[in-house]
C-alpha cells in the first residue's frame, strides 16, 4: 500500500497525538512498525517534504563488465568464433576496470 505524503504526515501525527502506545496504534491502522520509523526518521531529519515519495538511487552491478572490455571480448568473439567463452577468458584481454 503506498501512502501520499498528507496521509503518512497524518499518521505521524495520530500516532503522536495517540494515547495509545506507537505499536497498539500502528497495529489498529494496519502500517508496519518498520514503514512507520522509516518514515519518522525521514519526517524528523527533513521535514514533511521528505515524506514524498522518491525514485530509488540506480544500483551499480558488481559484476557488469566496463564496455571497453565488453567490446574487446566481442570483438576477439567475432574474430575467432571457434574459441568457447572460457578459452576467450583465458586468451588474455585485460580486464583492467576504468
Not at 506507537?22 to 521528505?50: C, D, E, M, N
Not at 574487446?72 to 585485460?94: F, N, T, Y
Amino acid at each position: 500500500m503506498r501512502c501520499a505524503a498528507a496521509e503518512k504526515l497524518e499518521i505521524i501525527r495520530l500516532v503522536e497525538q495517540s494515547s495509545l502506545s506507537v505499536r497498539r496504534t500502528l497495529a489498529q491502522l494496519g502500517i508496519p512498525r518498520s514503514t512507520f520509523y522509516a518514515w519518522y526518521k525521514r519526517y524528523l531529519a527533513r521535514g514533511a517534504g521528505a515524506l514524498e515519495d522518491c525514485q530509488p538511487a540506480p544500483r551499480r552491478v558488481w559484476n557488469k563488465l566496463p564496455d571497453t572490455v565488453a567490446g574487446a571480448v566481442l570483438e576477439l568473439a567475432l574474430k575467432e568464433p571457434a574459441l568457447s567463452p572460457r578459452e576467450l577468458d583465458l586468451s588474455g584481454i585485460s580486464c583492467v576496470s576504468s
